[in-house]
DNA sequence: CTAGTGATCCGCT
DNA sequence: GCGGATCACTAGA
């Protein structure tokens, strides 16, 4: 059966959280599905919003793990991550691409887009499918509106792939995005 | 298919 | 003032 992640779930390194991830559903308001892309970012990596150190601005990142790390990107778009290792340290998974099971027609409104595939293949696709704002900035993913559930135990297993992320221009050589292989829900092909 | 561009805003130097 | 953890759209090969 579908397991509700924990907090502690998210309290090792962000690439095995990441990779982890790939496969678990996200909904928020009962709105997504299947985690199909993500990327690690952690302080000690110069890519990451929590490198500089505490600021008003990535305080989630420093807080407990298992909450919503929400920034605003290019001015346009909101962007979701997921706090993870433990209180204090300054690490986070960007949740880059879902493939889209429950509320469909609600996300095709919000998107203005027939298109499934591109409905949520993208971090900033992500956000507006799933109605992100900064309401949801430092929010627990353990309580409404969110749900992560773990994949199920009997589930075929899933291949993950990873590489470089994507749109950065520090720490590039990172192979820190984790997809799921062969998804046609992808941001862009490994 | 790739390359280029504008939109639009905020955090930080 | 600069430059993004992006996207949609256009032009051209």
């Given at each position: 059966m579908l397991r509700l992640l924990h907090p502690r779930d998210f309290s090792l390194d962000a690439p095995v959280v990441a990779h982890a991830l790939i496969g678990a559903t996200l909904l928020v308001d009962g709105v997504g599905g299947i985690i199909v892309e993500t990327e690690a970012y952690d302080?000690?990596?110069?890519?990451?919003?929590c490198h500089p150190g505490l600021t008003p601005r990535n305080q989630a990142m420093f807080g407990p793990p298992g909450r919503a790390y929400v920034y605003r990107s290019y001015g346009i778009h909101w962007c979701l991550n997921f706090v993870c290792r433990e209180e204090g340290h300054g690490a986070g998974v960007l949740i880059r691409a879902i493939q889209p099971t429950h509320g469909l027609e609600i996300m095709r409104q919000r998107r203005g887009l027939e298109d499934e595939r591109l409905l949520c293949a993208g971090p900033g696709r992500v956000g507006q499918a799933l109605g992100i704002t900064l309401d949801h900035y430092g929010a627990p993913l353990d309580e409404p509106p969110f749900q992560v559930l773990a994949t199920p135990e009997n589930h075929p297993a899933v291949e993950v792939q990873s590489g470089p992320r994507i749109g950065i221009s520090k720490a590039v050589d990172l192979p820190w995005r984790f997809g799921l292989a062969g998804s046609r829900f992808l941001s862009r092909r490994f």
């Open positions: 302080r000690t990596e110069p890519a990451s919003h």
